[in-house]
T-cell receptor, first 112, second 111 residues
Framework: NAGVTQTPKFQVLKTGQSMTLQCAQD?????MYWYRQDPGMGLRLIYY???????DKGEVPNGYNVSRLNKREFSLRLESAAPSQTSVYFC???????????FGSGTQLSVL | SQQGEEDPQALSIQEGENATMNCSYK?????LQWYRQNSGRGLVHLIL?????REKHSGRLRVTLDTSKKSSSLLITASRAADTASYFC???????????FGKGNQVVVIP
């Protein structure tokens, strides 16, 4: 049982490049989330998906897009990366929205 | 605005001692959760306490909730080196089933 799997684990981008962070969960959870974690800022919600077919903005959605491909997969896309998007990104899932989240191991992204 | 704010100081204790950390929040909540994050890893859910509960235990963890003061505390008893981590509280004050996390409280347990 892998839980929540994120890829890649590390990525370096140049300003203006695009990339997609992949996330998959094998727990048949309905809700999925993307957070970013910055030093001294805690975790901030970027986007979430309460169920397959729905997505909603979180606290810091600007510069990001998401796709809930199916019940298992929830991807995060940076269309034109900026240095301010340098962060550690976490995907999470939960059976019930907002309760007992399971987190992936994170993607460390640097934008130069 | 971000709900759930732990006391910001880092905590350094000897193995076997108890560790206490606090969390305050601003608006009404239905539940409050505590998570642990080991260095370089994702967060792990520890315990959930609902707004109609005052205290909850799970192994060496004890959580209290005071809704009148909008605060919660997490107590780790008989700490171990493996308890070295950052601890986050999270509330559902973000609405729409979204969790709002605090900034975290770093605990170092010295063997």
């Amino acid at each position: 049982n892998a839980g929540v799997t994120q890829t890649p684990k590390f990525q370096v981008l140049k300003t203006g490049q695009s990339m997609t962070l992949q996330c998959a969960q094998d727990m048949n959870h309905n809700s999925m989330y993307w957070y970013r974690q910055d030093p001294g800022m805690g975790l901030r919600l970027i986007y979430y998906s309460a169920s397959e077919g729905t997505t909603d903005k979180g606290e810091v959605p600007n510069g990001y897009n998401v796709s809930r491909l199916n019940k298992r997969e929830f991807s995060l896309r940076l269309e034109s990366a900026a240095p301010s998007q340098t962060s550690v990104y976490f995907c999470a899932s939960s059976e019930v929205g907002g309760l007992k989240l399971f987190f992936g191991s994170g993607t460390q992204l640097s934008v130069l | 605005s971000q709900q759930g704010e732990e006391d910001p100081q880092a905590l350094s204790i000897q193995e076997g001692e108890n560790a206490t950390m606090n969390c305050s929040y601003k608006t009404s909540i239905n539940n409050l959760q505590w998570y642990r994050q080991n260095s370089g890893r994702g967060l792990v859910h520890l315990i959930l306490i609902r707004s109609n509960e005052r205290e909850k235990h799970s192994g060496r963890l004890r959580v209290t909730l005071d809704t009148s003061k909008k605060s919660s505390s997490l107590l780790i008893t008989a700490s171990r080196a493996a308890d070295t981590a950052s601890y986050f509280c999270a509330t559902d004050a973000g609405g729409n089933n979204r969790l709002a996390f605090g900034k975290g409280n770093q605990v170092v347990v010295i063997p």
